[in-house]
Antibody
Framework: QVTLKESGPTQVKPTQTLTLTCTFS??????????VGWIRQPPGRALESLAVIYWNDDKLYNPSLRSRLTITKDTSQNQVVLTLTSVDPEDTGTYYC????????????WGQGTLVTVSS | DIQMTQSPTALSASVGDRITVTCRAS??????LAWYQQRPGEAPNVVIY???KLQSGVSSRFSGSGSGTEFALTISSLQPDDYATYYC?????????FGQGTKLEI
């Protein structure tokens, strides 16, 4: 059974760095074709893709946030970490990680999400 | 970025109705499109992928169609469990952009 779970702070202050961890099971990021992506959703608004990391350590970022985002993986720990620097209240929302096999294309399995509030 | 435009953004329908939601891409994406269902407080779940393929475990009342830039999600005979927000998403190129969502209400 494939599962993913996001963890991290529930509140951060403006200008701080947000670090979120996605811990997964049921698949390996060593497997060819496997990727894990981060998607966020501001309250009451639509979904936005942030970054994705591939089994071969390739990475793609949303150009609108590229300068502030970093995605990394620890295959031994089955974790993917997303950092977002210089946060502001517009970064408030639920952050999801999700598994995607490039052969299928869509995000087949999602974590439950973690709500992050940016406020002083 | 590829822009995805859904319509309508909200839809009221009754149990047993048949409804259709449309999604338009700003450039051709072949059939690289998925539809997700999201209930309040939950993560999205894929219902249709590759524009018309039904995700395993999803009711056959859901169907998808389209290719290129025009796509549609149809739900036949609405059930209470179907009331949710639906998003289309293209995965032709990154960032994998989503539509603004269609909230389906009773």
């Amino acid at each position: 059974q494939v599962t993913l779970k996001e963890s991290g702070p529930t509140q951060v202050k403006p200008t701080q760095t947000l670090t979120l961890t996605c811990t997964f099971s049921g698949f390996s990021l060593r497997t060819g074709g496997m990727t894990v992506g981060w998607i966020r959703q501001p309250p009451g608004r639509a979904l936005e893709s942030l970054a994705v990391i591939y089994w071969n350590d390739d990475k793609l970022y949303n150009p609108s946030l590229r300068s502030r985002l970093t995605i990394t993986k620890d295959t031994s720990q089955n974790q993917v970490v997303l950092t977002l620097t210089s946060v502001d209240p517009e970064d408030t929302g639920t952050y999801y990680c999700a598994r995607r096999n490039i052969l299928a294309g869509h995000y087949a399995t999602w974590g439950q999400g973690t709500l992050v509030t940016v406020s002083s | 970025d590829i822009q995805m435009t859904q319509s309508p953004t909200a839809l009221s329908a009754s149990v047993g109705d048949r409804i259709t939601v449309t999604c338009r891409a700003s450039q051709r994406i072949s059939n690289l499109l998925a539809w997700y269902q999201q209930r309040p407080g939950e993560a999205p779940n894929v219902v249709i992928y590759e524009a018309s393929k039904l995700q395993s475990g999803v009711s056959s009342r859901f169907s998808g169609s389209g290719s290129g830039t025009e796509f549609a999600l149809t739900i036949s005979s609405l059930q209470p469990d179907d009331y949710a927000t639906y998003y289309c998403q293209q995965y032709k190129s990154y960032p994998h952009t989503f539509g603004q969502g269609t909230k389906l209400e009773i």
